[in-house]
């Protein structure tokens, strides 16, 4: 409770209403009112997060901080919120990364500026909202409501292609989750009339039926993960897409499909998903490779990173679909640490795109001569996206590759060929944009970091290090939970 | 202070260095800078002398700092195992790092770059000393790829140079496929022993000696594949062939850090981490044959290449590369307090012989082709008597240090009865001769013979983008800075006596204790005892014994023809070069594994990256799957919209034909 509201409820609605608020200062004029109402509210739903962290009890795998109010009575929807060790770290995480998307677009972005604004805060309650859900409806509500922020986002504030991005990004992701909506409302029926997430995890489901719940579920969530061979509206959509979309896109949209997986698809239909487990490893194994030889081939430093998001995705749902305790939870280490550092990374480009409007690696090089403090940042997020220990994209890669082992050898193996691919297109591009001489007079005449610059790529340095050098209290929260999970997916559902 | 906290002394005061400067050199100032750091490693050096006396007197610690990660029912814990193993590896990185820190200010007076260089090497002594005082495979893989990372930053520290950043990229990628073997060996321990604590994994290793490793599609023996794995990092690290084509190219960072890093200590980290895992080792003999071998390649055929070399660094270099071979030699043959020992006194010794060859850098304002040197013994007194020192160690002068290591390497292998032992015998023996010759060809040439320091053509220099801006070109070269020779002189002690003083406690008298096993029938000292009938276990009687035995006289012809060739005619190996060109040219280009990696390797994955790219994404998936359904749906559309016409005649005459249609279609039921 927060001043006699419920966290969860506060979390979700206090960006949205400051969202509104920032929304009412109108017209640019008021532009430095708007920003600093928008900082207000993205710090303070921040803050407001924090007990869930703080009063979240380790031993337990029942849902917390649960509240649950009719909504809909007449087909049994209700207002039900909850957090599990799962899903709250996703909360906190959201709520991080709103602040730093603030006050990454502060001057960056000169128009609409409360429109921009708000759009971040609106999403980041709709997003903590997807994590909290235990309404099916309400999760679908939150899940659908998520995409129009960022449709807008990159189809208003982004590059040149930006239409052209931001409706492949949108009907992209809403035909995955028309299916799911199917899917739901199978459920619904087969539960005997209840929308509650939690009753669909005891329904019991025929085989054909699982499987087709399954792969209606898998459309909605492998194209948000993204995973192979449904990923290619990201690299367009965070090409076009401006910094802090980029940022909110890796850092938090990507991982809501992984969260369906684990909250929807493996509890409901475990038989399905242990079926089907073989093809989503090979998927998630070909996304590991393959995406991280195509990331080696990208001229365009965005894009880089985000096939560089889909080969780090790969672990997730490797993780998830070898039904480990090692591999679920390096999943969710992974999905964290993969947050911090994605987001750092497409700061970084952004850093340097604001001075040089090029995402092109060609037209750079030797930033570290004039750009000193930036390179070392960068170096260390490179190094994190290389999977280096001591940085938090160790800590979830090398858990699920234990976890792999456990599975198969050869997954085990194809996983860590991400410890060579990973580092050649991470560090290539460095090599390239980074070192060297003093490339052009555009590179030459490039100031180093501004205060404000420093100060979110401190945050995050300090988170990424933070989290490598002692993960444990990530990884405390979520036992209970995952735990639970497995021994739930190890019995069959079937009628 | 309680012991505990001496131990995270150690590691922690570089670490504290590296921050402070990594963070407020520019406040510090250079002289605070170095003042700061090479203080804290003064204090790691001393901390570590203390707990040296401390496991002396019989104190071993296994404990841990922190759990660091719990999953599922494995706790990962950061900690410390302190045994005389660690401690000697304790004191030869401390001790080595406190030179090159002192050395540095020298070498590195009038760079740019000078915080950031001592923030570096710091921060590699705490990282070096992570991965020694590790308890468990997490720590240790920490501090594997966090030496990996201060050694890529070093060797781009020029991070202007080309040559530079290519030679660290390389280094980087090359390390990292060692280390995906090594991943793999660690992650195969846990899935064995559910645990990644050292104790707990040696103490149930005799139990699953047997098993078949869970690898499918493979019939392996559980031991065999976990050890092999974990010795594809060691080939990476350790620079073994065919892993080894990164250490010659990291000789384009500055040359502290080639003493330091890429001679000394994390070089040697691979044979480190075999001894440790010595319990594991000797469970395999496929393993311990394997490594053999590849150590028998590694000493010899890169010796070869250290003959043909004109850079000066890079002469060094592949010796460096052939004494590694020797110490993975000698822990094929199981005598892992061999190869100890020969990685302390090679330590010595070679870091002596890097920083001396720095020092000639300095006064050959850093030209690097030992072509144009010669005759500097009159100007470098100091720097002359080290290097003469470095050299008759590595070649294995009795009473030198490098004797006793490396003459004991050759009685292990002599003994062993692995498969692969005859060509590790011949090849350890043959490299006696090897070494002697490149190591007097490169003293020849730089100290003796005719002074030819000003034929240097200009273009040759590094000096255009290089640290030391000095403007006077010409003169004669003179002895360098008391920093420079006094860590030379410092070196040089251990260079001549190490061997003399550890040779008894370390190879006869136990002094490992339980820090390495050694199974009764791979013991080579008890083999060479029964051979002999008398264990040659005093210093004195060793070198003496040594004069009448084959490697001696191998040395000695060595020195000889080095000495023939360069010194009384210099004409022969111009002559010998043309007569045997092809052999020349199969040297020049270093077995051509640079030429191969770059074509298939590099430019395999290029090319493949870019046709996966163009032809999966863009074409098949984008364009055809994702615009192709797009346009589909379009072509649909715009075709069953002529069907809604809007004329009454269209719709009606449609009505016919599908009445006729229905009837028709009726009839056949």
């Known amino acids: ?495 | 202070m309680d012991m505990k906290d001496l131990y995270l002394l150690v590691p922690l005061a570089p670490l504290a260095g590296a921050i402070a400067v990594g963070l407020f050199g520019k406040w510090l100032g250079r002289a605070w800078s170095h003042r700061i750091t090479i203080a804290l490693v003064a204090v790691s050096f001393f901390a570590s002398l203390a707990v040296f006396n401390d496991v002396q007197a019989g104190n071993i610690f296994n404990g841990s700092v922190y759990t660091w990660l719990t999953s599922g029912d494995t706790s990962f814990q950061v900690g410390f195992l302190i045994d005389q193993l660690t401690v000697t590896m304790m004191l030869v990185v401390t001790f080595v790092s406190l030179m090159v820190h002192i050395y540095t200010i020298g070498y590195m007076q009038e760079d740019p770059g000078y915080q950031r260089f001592f923030s570096y090497i710091s921060l590699f002594t705490f990282s070096m000393l992570m991965l020694v005082m590790a308890n468990n495979f997490m720590q240790l893989f920490f501090g594997w790829e966090a030496v990996g990372l201060v050694s890529y930053l070093l060797i781009g520290f020029w991070y202007d140079r080309e040559t530079a950043i290519y030679a660290n990229l390389k280094a980087f990628l090359v390390n990292r496929v060692g280390d995906l073997g090594f991943l793999l060996g660690i992650a195969l321990v846990l899935m064995v022993f559910g645990t990644l604590q050292y104790d707990a994994v040696f103490a149930n290793a005799a139990s699953h000696a047997n098993d078949i490793a869970p690898i499918p599609g493979v019939s392996w023996n559980m031991m065999t594949a976990i050890c092999i794995l974990l010795f594809i990092g060691a080939m990476g690290k350790s620079a073994q062939f065919p892993l080894h084509v990164w250490l010659p190219d990291s000789m384009e960072g500055p040359t502290p850090i080639s003493a330091l890093i890429h001679a000394a200590t994390m070089v040697t980290a691979g044979i480190f981490m075999v001894a440790r895992m010595s319990p594991l080792f000797e469970l395999s003999e496929t393993a311990l044959s394997f490594v053999m071998v590849i150590g028998a390649i590694t000493a010899l055929f890169m010796g070869f290449l250290g003959i043909i070399q004109n850079d000066i660094k890079r002469v060094v270099a592949y010796s460096t590369l052939s004494q590694l071979g020797y110490m993975t030699v000698a822990l094929g043959a199981s005598a892992y307090s061999v190869a100890i020992f020969h990685l302390m006194t090679h330590a010595f010794f070679k870091a002596l012989l890097f920083l001396a060859a720095g020092s000639v850098i300095i006064a050959m304002h850093h030209n690097q082709d030992i072509r144009y040197m010669g005759g500097l013994k009159k100007y470098m007194p100091i720097t002359w008597i080290t290097s003469l020192i470095g050299s008759l160690a590595l070649i294995g002068t009795p009473f030198f240090s490098g004797f006793y290591s490396k003459e004991s390497i050759i009685e292990a292998v002599k003994f062993s009865d692995l498969p692969g032992s005859g060509f590790a015998y011949f090849a350890v023996v043959a490299g006696v001769f090897v070494t002697a010759f490149y190591s007097f060809r490169m003293y020849f040439l730089v100290f003796h013979g005719k002074e030819r320091y000003d034929e240097a053509p200009h273009d040759k220099h590094h000096a255009a983008h290089d640290d030391h801006g000095h403007d006077e070109h010409h003169g004669k070269p003179h002895e360098t800075p008391w920093v420079v020779t006094l860590p030379l002189i410092l070196l040089a002690i251990p260079s001549i006596g190490i061997g003399y003083i550890a040779f008894e406690p370390m190879l006869h008298r136990g002094y490992f204790g339980d820090a390495i096993f050694v199974a009764a029938n791979h013991s080579m000292v008890t083999i060479a005892g029964l051979v002999h009938h008398e264990i040659i276990d005093h210093p004195l009687t060793m070198a003496m014994h040594a004069f009448g035995t084959l490697p001696f006289w191998l040395a000695v012809a060595g020195v000889a023809s080095a000495a023939f060739f360069y010194l009384k005619r210099p004409d022969i190996p111009a002559l010998i070069q043309k007569k045997f060109q092809f052999i020349y040219t199969l040297l020049d280009n270093k077995y051509y594994f640079d030429r191969f990696n770059d074509w298939f390797f590099a430019g395999g994955a290029r090319g493949t990256s870019r046709l996966l790219w163009t032809f999966g994404d863009v074409k098949l998936i984008d364009g055809l799957m994702v615009n192709g359904t797009a346009k589909l749906v379009g072509m649909f559309s715009g075709a069953i919209r002529h069907i809604q016409s809007g004329y009454i005649y269209h719709y009606a005459f449609s009505m016919i034909i599908g009445v006729f249609v229905l009837l028709t279609v009726r009839d056949w039921f």
């Open chain 1, 1 to 495: 409770m927060i001043f006699g509201l419920p966290v969860i409820s506060v979390a979700i609605w206090l960006p949205i209403i400051f969202g509104i608020l920032v929304l009412s200062t109108g017209d640019d004029k008021n532009a430095p009112l708007a920003r600093i109402l928008a900082m207000i509210g993205a710090v303070l739903g921040f803050l407001v997060t924090i007990p869930l962290y703080t009063g979240f009890a380790y031993d337990t795998s029942q849902m917390q901080f649960v509240e649950l109010h009719d909504w809909i009575s007449r087909f049994n929807i209700h207002y039900h919120l909850g957090v599990d060790g799962i899903s709250v770290l996703f909360i906190l995480l959201t709520a991080f990364f709103t602040p730093i998307v603030v006050l990454a677009g502060w001057l960056v972005i000169e128009k609409r500026v409360a429109q921009y604004m708000a759009s971040f805060l609106i999403m980041s309650g709709v997003m903590i909202g997807v994590f909290a859900a235990l309404d099916a409806i309400l999760f679908y509500v939150f899940w659908e409501a998520m995409l129009i922020p960022m449709f807008l986002i990159i189809g208003i504030w982004g590059g040149q292609n930006r239409v052209y991005a931001a409706v492949k990004f949108f009907l992209y992701t809403l035909l995955g989750s028309l299916l799911m909506l199917v899917a739901l409302i199978y459920l619904y029926n087969r539960s005997g009339g209840s929308f509650s997430i939690l009753d669909f995890h005891q329904v019991a489901i025929p085989m054909t039926a699982q499987i087709l719940i399954f792969i209606a579920f898998f459309f909605a969530f492998a194209v948000k993960v993204p995973m192979f061979p449904v990923h290619t509206w990201l690299p367009d959509a965070h090409v076009e897409a401006p910094t802090g979309g980029s940022v909110i896109l890796a850092a938090i949209m990507l991982k809501v499909g992984a969260y369906g997986f684990l909250r929807f698809s493996v509890p409901i239909v475990p038989d399905a998903s242990h079926q089907l487990a073989g093809v989503m490893i090979a998927l998630s194994l070909i996304a590991v490779v393959y995406i991280g030889l195509v990331a080696l081939a990208q001229s365009d430093m965005k894009k880089l990173v985000a096939y560089s998001s889909i080969s780090h995705m790969g672990f997730v749902t490797l993780g998830i679909f070898i039904f480990n305790a090692y591999g679920m939870e390096g999943a969710l280490l992974q999905m964290i640490s993969h947050g911090f550092v994605s987001g750092a990374l497409f700061l970084c480009v952004g850093v340097l795109y604001d001075r040089m409007h090029s995402r092109n690696i060609a037209d750079y090089g030797g930033v570290a001569n004039t750009m000193p403090v930036f390179a070392a940042f960068f170096m260390l997020f490179a190094m994190a996206n290389s999977g280096l220990p001591g940085t938090s994209g160790f800590v979830g890669e090398f858990t699920v590759i234990l976890g792999a082992m456990k599975a198969n050898f050869w997954y085990a193996f194809a996983a860590s060929t991400t410890l060579v691919f990973g580092a050649a297109y991470t560090l290539w591009m460095y090599k390239r944009v980074i070192f060297g001489a003093v490339a052009n007079s555009h590179v030459a005449e490039l100031t180093d970091l501004t205060l404000r610059e420093k100060v979110i790529m401190a945050i995050l340095a300090v988170t990424v290090l933070g989290m490598g050098l002692y993960p444990l209290p990530f990884s405390e929260i979520m036992h209970a939970s995952v735990n639970d999970l497995l021994v739930h997916v190890a019995h069959s559902k079937l009628p």
